[in-house]
């Protein structure tokens, strides 16, 4: 874990003002160039300029964008700041643990029965923690595989990315077995890069709910017919729907052995929202947001007696 310098909020929004205002009066002068080498350029082919003058226009637009590049970085860097996120999810979770850089466990995300093979995992802001006595470990995921794209002449390698978004396990005080699973099914009007559905497990087979518009929304899969039935109580299936619009992605839930994982397929980073604060009473709104829904997630779970004992 890094060393964490005493954080103020004070010096903070003092350096993002700063950065944003370099990098708001930077704009313009930016574009007058940009307009004026490309002026320059055109004028060069038709002759009439010479190549010094080419080379003597641009100086000042590289000049220009290097201060502008400079000044973006700052504000990235500041937003990136893994002292702003532990101070938030400090006053929010019993914080066991906060490091951006740490991989989840591969054997964690494959125990989540996300029925895909992929070659590559990516994964930053691991965070475990306990709310109302519920531990839980949560974490931005990117699951990919490599494409092998070939040609007349040649051959490329693509990066398809099948799963990017929060990863949810929760630990319960029950077990479930056998294992639930469901998973949101491909929509007619799904977009490009919308989550592709789940594939059913040869030993596994799709029970119907007897909830029309949960089961034309979601695959469920289990071993046991019954055990759905005993996990996915109504009121639960109704929660899952609505949180399904909430969370603008595709939802995959795995009930197994005493952990519940919860996977959003919405294609953005956990607490993307911070990134355009402009202080850190923004950054901290836009952290909320996304952690009052993993509350939200929990707060249901807990009603479940199927998983928690009745509090």
């Not at 759905?228 to 619009?245: N, Q």
Request: charged share 25%; hydrophobic share 40%; with cysteine.
């Amino acid at each position: 874990m890094e060393r964490r310098e005493p954080f103020c909020r004070d010096t903070f929004d003092a350096e993002l003002k700063v950065a944003q205002e370099k990098s708001k009066r930077l704009r313009p002068f930016r574009t007058v160039f940009l307009i004026v080498s490309g002026l320059v350029v055109i004028a060069s082919f038709a002759g009439r300029i010479s190549e010094w003058a080419i080379l003597i226009s641009l100086i000042p637009l590289v000049f220009l964008g290097a201060q502008a590049g400079k000044a973006r970085s700052s504000i990235t860097k500041l937003m990136r700041d893994t002292r702003l996120r532990h101070d938030v999810l400090k006053d929010t979770f019993d914080l066991i643990e906060y490091d951006p850089h740490r991989l989840i466990d591969e054997s964690l995300l494959q125990e989540g029965r996300f029925n895909y093979h992929w070659d590559s995992r990516f994964s930053r802001d691991y965070i475990r923690a306990r709310y109302r006595g519920v531990e839980f470990v949560l974490a931005d995921v990117e699951l990919s595989i490599f494409h092998l794209q070939m040609r007349s002449r040649s051959s490329s390698t693509a990066n398809i990315v099948l799963f990017k978004g929060p990863w949810l396990v929760i630990t319960s005080q029950k077990e479930i077995c056998p294992s639930v699973v469901i998973s949101q099914r491909k929509s007619p009007k799904a977009k490009k890069g919308e989550f592709p559905g789940l594939k059913p497990l040869k030993t596994e087979s799709d029970v119907q709910m007897e909830n029309l518009a949960f089961d034309e929304t979601f695959w469920t899969f289990s071993d046991d017919s019954l055990m759905p039935y005993r996990v996915l109580t109504p009121h639960f299936m109704e929660f899952i729907l609505l949180a399904r619009e909430a969370a603008d992605g595709a939802k995959h839930v795995c009930f197994t052995g005493d952990r519940v994982h919860v996977a959003v397929h919405n294609g953005r980073n956990l607490f993307g929202l911070c990134q355009k604060a402009k202080n850190f009473s923004e950054f901290r709104a836009g952290m909320e947001q996304d952690i009052n829904y993993i509350k939200a997630i929990i707060d249901e779970f807990l009603l479940n007696e199927q998983l928690f004992d009745p509090q």
